[in-house]
Nanobody, 130 residues
Framework: QEHLAQSGGGSVQAGGSLRLSCVAS????????MAWFRQVPGKEQEGVAV???????????TYHDSVKGRFTISQDSAKTTVYLQMNSLRPEDTAMYFC????????????????????WGQGTQVTVSS
């Protein structure tokens, strides 16, 4: 079993920036998807950003349309930590954010779909005020 520990988040005014971190404690995740999801009460969880990093290739990233150009997902060289840099934040970005890792390797058709992921962080609140 993997354990994912999140940090970062908090409250910021619209236009501001925040950075989320997620550290995997047991395994390295080269060749696996690491992702960020978010959820607002009463709504389904949605995929925000995904990274697929391999040892010998540049990492592949996928973003939800609503965050393209504003959010950047990255990971450390050891593939144990995934980051989400959030810039130009909007009130509609307010949500609980979760990191996730897919245990099985290889590509999937829709990496932003939550059912592909096996391990989840504890969640961290991001609140953006207007």
């Amino acid at each position: 079993q993997e354990h994912l520990a999140q940090s970062g988040g908090g409250s910021v005014q619209a236009g501001g920036s925040l950075r989320l971190s997620c550290v995997a404690s047991k395994f390295t995740w080269s060749g696996h998807y690491m992702a960020w999801f978010r959820q607002v009460p009463g709504k389904e969880q949605e995929g925000v950003a995904v990274i697929f990093g391999a040892e010998d290739n540049d990492a592949e990233t996928t973003y939800h349309d609503s965050v393209k150009g504003r959010f950047t997902i990255s990971q450390d060289s050891a593939k144990t930590t995934v980051y989400l840099q959030m810039n130009s934040l909007r009130p509609e970005d307010t949500a609980m954010y979760f990191c996730a890792v897919r245990a099985r390797g290889g590509r999937v058709h829709d990496p932003l779909a939550r059912y592909y992921y096996d391990y989840w962080g504890q969640g961290t609140q991001v609140t953006v005020s207007s």
